[in-house]
């Protein structure tokens, strides 16, 4: 209806301005400090960062809700991975902040964002201008796979500080005699994350293939 497809095109625009302030900020401050200003990335722009992380969770519901056609698993796992990625990884450890894998991580995540919720606008008012469906539905395949590894990379780097702080560790008292030992958590999401991988990037080809059809092509230019 005009009302939802109002709604998703106002959600579109509110993360494409989010995420298009967080890239251009990155880019801005890098050319102006060097590499000094990868140490600090995440405080000065980490309150976007996780407010545009934390509105992307309406897309499980829109997709629930049946206004957004596309397929849950997949999105879920990508919003998920983000999620415990940012807030309970880097969010929670300081010294993992001024790491360069989280400077490397959040231009990956808004390069695809700023492609993709500006496709998501065009798309909500009819518009579909070729180069940008193409790069839309191919430059998430190259960086997807890349955003895993920068992921990996900072669970990796965030386990001697989970070791010693023993942030999230839960040890209950006797008579339980149970314990949850987090880095361990972590290694085994570590497989988690690469076993979600596959199914993503087999959704990402698929939905490549779905747009980029020489059919869909052609209707999209009618």
């Known amino acids: 209806s005009f009302t939802m497809n109002t709604y998703?095109?106002?959600?579109?625009?509110?993360?494409?301005?989010?995420?298009?302030?967080?890239?251009?900020?990155m880019i801005i401050r890098f050319m102006s400090f060097g590499k000094d200003s990868l140490a600090d990335t995440f405080y000065s722009i980490g309150l976007v960062m996780r407010l545009?992380?934390?509105?992307?969770?309406?897309?499980?519901?829109?997709?629930?809700?049946?206004?957004?056609?596309?397929?849950?698993?997949?999105?879920?796992?990508q919003i998920t991975e983000r999620i415990i990625v940012l807030f309970v990884v880097i969010n929670s450890q300081e010294e993992v902040q001024g790491k360069y894998v989280v400077c490397v991580l959040f231009f990956l995540w808004n390069l695809l964002d700023v492609v993709r919720y500006t496709y998501n606008m065009l798309a909500r008012t009819g518009i579909y201008y070729l180069p940008l469906?193409?790069?839309?539905?191919?430059?998430?395949?190259?960086?997807?796979?890349?955003?895993?590894?920068?992921?990996?990379?900072?669970?990796?780097?965030?386990?001697?500080?989970?070791?010693?702080?023993?942030?999230?560790?839960?040890?209950?008292?006797?008579?339980?005699?149970?314990?949850?030992?987090?880095?361990?958590?972590?290694k085994v999401y570590l497989l988690v994350l690469?076993?979600?991988?596959?199914?993503?990037?087999?959704?990402?080809?698929?939905?490549?293939?779905a747009h980029l059809g020489t059919s869909n092509i052609k209707k999209k230019r009618s």
Request: glycine share 4%; charged share 10%.
């Open 52 to 77: 545009c992380q934390l509105l992307s969770v309406l897309e499980i519901l829109h997709i629930l809700a049946g206004i957004d056609k596309s397929r849950l698993f997949p999105r879920f796992l």
């Open 8 to 25: 998703l095109f106002v959600y579109d625009l509110m993360q494409f301005c989010g995420h298009s302030w967080i890239f251009t900020n």
């Open 194 to 209: 690469f076993i979600g991988m596959y199914f993503i990037i087999q959704n990402l080809f698929s939905e490549r293939k």
């Open 133 to 186: 469906t193409w790069l839309n539905f191919s430059l998430c395949i190259l960086l997807y796979p890349l955003s895993v590894l920068a992921k990996a990379f900072a669970i990796c780097v965030s386990l001697p500080y989970f070791e010693s702080f023993g942030t999230y560790s839960i040890k209950l008292p006797f008579p339980f005699a149970f314990s949850i030992y987090f880095p361990y958590v972590l």
